[in-house]
């Protein structure tokens, strides 16, 4: 058996066409551009490639785009401020806090003070209890892009068995709660998991997101399942290069499962995809136009 693979770079762009028309509909109803607006505090450099990242894609997809730089001894009360005041602007529909946050600043503090309806990034204790009490909110970027590659290939989740590897806040409880309103029968492990390997060969569906390189390998994953790989390591490739590589060892696993997401090109294109996505819906809410129900 050689797995199918899921093309997250290919959906991604189908996506970010799909807000591109529909930011477009928006600025014609509305007047104005969606907006998002990205706080980069300190010079952390993999944060500010990402940041760069994210303001091209806006762009290019029709929608306004600022970004915010600070210094790294900015204040968390100077910090908290601007966030009241992007808050307070009406011309600002999605608002994003690039983490990490130098150690002086307490992050649940800055996350907690953005306005639910703005939160793009759906890290707000409001959002996350939307989620798992079944309401409408925002969902963090990650999990919903694997979520819609799911069921883009497998269709109808409902009954399914699904193992979520890793229970951060970002990406493990929410993918969870995603796949719990999609009816599967879900479980959460983790690195203190006993026999991790026999519970994940339980799985239909597995979503690897432990941030440990190519640790899941062939014989856990039961025949025919569908294997997500949210990691992102980078390893030694030797000679002085490195490689990136996500959890699960792709090259054996890909042999057992019926479909995988490699690592590049799979989940990565849809976190800001994604993002995209949730900034068209804050605009669509702020701003009182309605959005037709699946259109993104």
């Not at 068995?161 to 492990?189: D, F, W, Y």
């Not at 002085?240 to 890909?254: I, N």
Request: proline share 6%.
């Amino acid at each position: 058996m050689s797995a199918a693979i899921i093309d997250g770079k290919a959906f991604a762009e189908g996506l970010r066409e799909r807000v591109g028309a529909l930011a477009a509909d928006f600025t014609a109803k509305a007047g104005r551009k969606p907006g998002l607006t990205v706080v980069l505090v300190g010079e952390d450099p993999a944060s500010a490639v990402y940041v760069r990242s994210k303001g091209k894609a806006t762009e290019a997809a029709g929608m306004k785009s600022d970004t915010i730089r600070l210094p790294a001894e900015t204040s968390e009360a100077d910090l908290l401020d601007l966030v009241g005041s992007l808050n307070a602007d009406d011309s600002v529909d999605g608002i994003l806090v690039q983490l990490p946050l130098p150690k002086h600043i307490n992050e649940s503090a800055v996350i907690a003070a953005i306005d639910p309806n703005k939160d793009v990034d759906g890290f707000h204790p409001v959002n996350a209890g939307r989620l798992a009490t079944g309401l409408n909110g925002f969902v963090p970027c990650t999990p919903l892009g694997c979520l819609m590659l799911l069921k883009d290939r497998l269709g109808d989740l409902a009954g399914k068995e699904a193992v979520v590897i890793g229970r951060s806040n970002i990406v493990g409880k929410p993918m969870a709660q995603l796949l719990l309103g999609e009816s599967c029968t879900v479980t959460i492990a983790h690195s203190r998991t006993k026999d991790l390997p026999e519970v994940v060969r339980r799985a239909d569906i597995v979503v690897a997101a432990a941030g440990r390189p190519e640790m899941v390998k062939a014989d856990w994953i039961k025949p025919g399942a569908a294997v997500i790989d949210v990691g992102i390591n980078r390893i030694d490739a030797g000679e002085g290069k490195t490689r990136l590589v996500g959890d699960v060892a792709f090259g054996e696993v890909a042999g057992v499962a019926g479909a995988i997401t490699p690592v590049p090109g799979g989940v990565g294109p849809m976190t800001i995809a994604v993002l995209l996505r949730n900034a068209l819906v804050a605009a669509h809410r702020n701003a009182g136009v309605p959005l037709e129900k699946g259109a993104i």
